[in-house]
Each structure stands twice: as structure tokens, then as C-alpha cells.
């Protein structure tokens, strides 16, 4: 019973998680209509795109054995971000607004490779599924404190 309780568990945070992914849609249908970024910050979508990263390792059976499902929606969030990435940089309104979002998806592929490397090369079993597990959390918090990051704008 356990099993079932947590798989229609896990099903039901896919799907609500596949819903917060695709909430900012109607946001960069804005964009590309409008061709431009505007007054958008790209922090957001950088966090959640490091957030999935890494919890998308995590989830994997030779780090975190059992959490496939972890696996698959982050995975799936990963590619959506891209997505919301890629659009920002092609309608970012100005050169310098393109510039900082490159070198924050630069800093994002950077610690993500180094979670990658380190939990490969330095880590087994445990201490692993410990630190990727801490890695995952500490950027999640970043991600959904990265909003924040529109009040420096605003000043």
C-alpha cells in the first residue's frame, strides 16, 4: 500500500509540477510577440533551470536510488527552462541584458558540471545522495528567492 501511496503521489507532484514549468508560457508568448524582454528579469528562469539540473541528477538511480520520477520531471523542467532561456536571449532588449543572462547560464552550467563532477569522481553511495541532495536544496532555495532579484531592477 505504501508503494501505490507514494507513486500516485509522486504522479500527482509531476503533474502539478509540470504546470508551475509551463506557467510563465503566456509570459514569453508576450515576449515573442512583442519581440522584446521588456522590463522581464532573467533570473528566475536561469534558477529554475539550475534547480531542475540538479535535481534531475539526483533523482537518478546511482545517486539517489527510487526516485525516478524525481528524475523525470526535472528533467522534463530542464528542457522547458532551456527553452524559456534561449527565448530570453534571443529577444533580450539590449546587448548588456543578453550579456548578464549568458554569463549567469555560464555560472549555471558551471556549478552544475561541477555537482556532476564531484559527486562522479569524488563521492560514493551516501555521501553522494547526500551532497547532491544538499546541492538540490540549496539551489531550490535560490530559485524561488530568485524573483526577488526584480527589486534591484526596480531601484
Do not use: Q
Request: some cysteine; charged content about 10%; aromatic content about 12%.
Amino acid at each position: 500500500m505504501e508503494h501505490i501511496a507514494r507513486f500516485f503521489f509522486g504522479v500527482s507532484g509531476n503533474v502539478i509540477a509540470l504546470f508551475l514549468f509551463l506557467s510563465p508560457v503566456v509570459t514569453f508568448w508576450r515576449v515573442i510577440r512583442k519581440r522584446s524582454t521588456e522590463d522581464f528579469s532573467g533570473v528566475p528562469y536561469n534558477m529554475t533551470l539550475l534547480n531542475c539540473l540538479l535535481s534531475a541528477w539526483y533523482g537518478l538511480p546511482f545517486v539517489s536510488p527510487n526516485n525516478i520520477l524525481v528524475s523525470t520531471i526535472n528533467g522534463t523542467g530542464s528542457v522547458i527552462e532551456a527553452i524559456y532561456v534561449v527565448i530570453f536571449l534571443i529577444f533580450a532588449v539590449d546587448r548588456r541584458a543578453r550579456l548578464s543572462m549568458l554569463g549567469l547560464l555560464g555560472i549555471v552550467a558551471s556549478i552544475f558540471t561541477t555537482v556532476v563532477l564531484v559527486s562522479l569522481l569524488a563521492l560514493h553511495g551516501n555521501a553522494r545522495k547526500v551532497f547532491c541532495g544538499l546541492a538540490a536544496t540549496i539551489f531550490s532555495i535560490c530559485m524561488y528567492a530568485s524573483p526577488l532579484s526584480i527589486m534591484v531592477r526596480e531601484r
